[in-house]
């Protein structure tokens, strides 16, 4: 292996071993404490790159400055844009984040990957064909009881290597470059206590994507919703013509949604859908929380509308149900990016620019999900996505390609001249 492939290797091994996973049932921010322990190595680490101002704030936000390196003929008079990189610490509540070990894979040759940790844990080129691309290459897994982490330390460790990269090579010329390290992007609270005149940038890129050459700057716009069901209690032992259940009711409510449309599980490219997430209650009250999605953001009110006409049909279909009530909150979570960074052509422009350099087609696509620079966009900082290699994120089978991150460091390396 190259000297790159190792040094990118072993930065992301030590950075997945610490847990920083985040929990959406906290009410502090972060969510939880233990992400600042990474965040507190990185500032370290920037510091002893020699980058001055590093540093991290309550909040558990990471902040630094690459300060620009310019030629000798270059009028000092004339302004720079001033870029960021982003990538956040946490790592998704789905799957344990606790105890993660890392396996390097230095020579894959294609066959099933048991993992040591659950025999039951395979990886397999049927299950995930990109591993094919990484046949005589290295690739990192986990070990089969927890997820890896590469969402998102593989765009930390990818940034950490550009950080590391201008800092001893002075021959690369470049304007004033800003890190970014958030906390809670997996709990959609990414930017809730985001400084943006601190941070001080005018445009900025996440690293936050996944295989080779994905470039992406649409997300999907992003509600969630509460359906509250309220019911009528009495004593079990004397419920008859009384007791109308708000657990039944939901559980009605869940059977009536579609099964074959409409839902994560049988929808793909631009098609939005609705997901149950969560129940909670009892006899008397129970709530239903959903997520709701879509690349239009208007229909996202048609698929609540929907919902609510679902939801009323079972209610006044069934004659026990006669005086359940329901009513319904929605919660603006994010909104798709695309409507913001198409103001903006030539940061998409200067990035396609990079990957070509570093001999890479664009793969421009939208995210079946969300980004940290889905609300930074909407926040004054319009901000694209860029791939880092993760695969199979939030799940016990992650992995992720080394080439990958390398060759993203090599992009970033690229727009940082062509900027």
Request: with cysteine; glycine share 8%; aromatic share 8%.
């Amino acid at each position: 292996m190259e000297l790159q492939t190792l040094q990118v290797a072993e930065r992301f091994m030590r950075y997945v071993k610490i847990d920083t996973q985040s929990d959406p049932e906290s009410n502090s921010f972060p969510s939880t404490e233990k992400q600042k322990n990474l965040s507190n190595l990185l500032v370290n680490e920037l510091q002893g790159l020699g980058i001055k101002d590093a540093h991290v704030d309550a909040f558990g936000y990471v902040m630094a400055t690459i300060p620009a390196n310019l030629p000798p003929h270059y009028n000092a008079n004339s302004s720079l844009p001033v870029i960021c990189f982003c990538a956040h610490v946490d790592t998704a509540p789905d799957c344990s984040g606790t105890g993660v070990e890392p396996i390097l894979h230095s020579n894959y040759l294609g066959a099933p990957i048991t993992l040591p940790k659950d025999p039951e844990q395979v990886l397999t080129t049927a299950s995930y064909p990109y591993l094919k691309q990484f046949i005589g290459s290295e690739i990192i897994t986990a070990s089969g009881d927890t997820l890896l982490g590469a969402d998102d330390k593989a765009g930390v460790t990818i940034i950490m290597e550009l950080a590391k990269f201008l800092m001893e090579n002075k021959n690369v010329y470049h304007g004033p470059v800003k890190v970014l390290f958030t906390p809670d992007e997996e709990v959609g609270r990414g930017t809730d206590h985001l400084d943006f005149v601190k941070l001080g940038a005018d445009y900025g890129y996440t690293l936050d994507g996944g295989e080779l050459g994905c470039f992406e700057m649409e997300t999907f716009s992003a509600d969630y919703l509460t359906l509250h069901i309220n019911g009528v209690i009495a004593h079990p032992g004397a419920a008859k013509g009384v007791m109308q259940n708000a657990i039944k009711v939901a559980g009605a409510i869940v059977a009536a949604l579609p099964n074959e449309e409409w839902c994560p599980e049988h929808t793909e490219g631009r098609v939005g859908f609705i997901h149950p997430n969560q129940i909670q209650g009892g006899a008397e009250k129970a709530k239903i929380e959903f997520l709701v999605r879509d690349f239009d953001t208007p229909k996202l009110q048609a698929h609540a509308q929907r919902l609510m006409q679902i939801a009323a049909q079972v209610v006044e279909a069934h004659p026990g149900f006669s005086k359940v009530k329901l009513s319904m909150e929605v919660e603006e979570q994010y909104r798709n990016m695309g409507e913001i960074i198409k103001q903006h052509p030539d940061i998409v422009e200067k990035a396609i620019k990079a990957y070509e350099k570093a001999g890479i087609k664009p793969i421009i696509t939208p995210i079946r999900g969300g980004t940290d620079g889905s609300r930074m966009s909407f926040l004054g900082l319009p901000t694209p996505n860029i791939f880092t290699g993760m695969q199979a994120i939030h799940s016990k089978h992650e992995w992720i390609g080394v080439r990958d991150m390398v060759k993203a460091v090599e992009v970033l390396v690229n727009l940082v001249e062509i900027i």
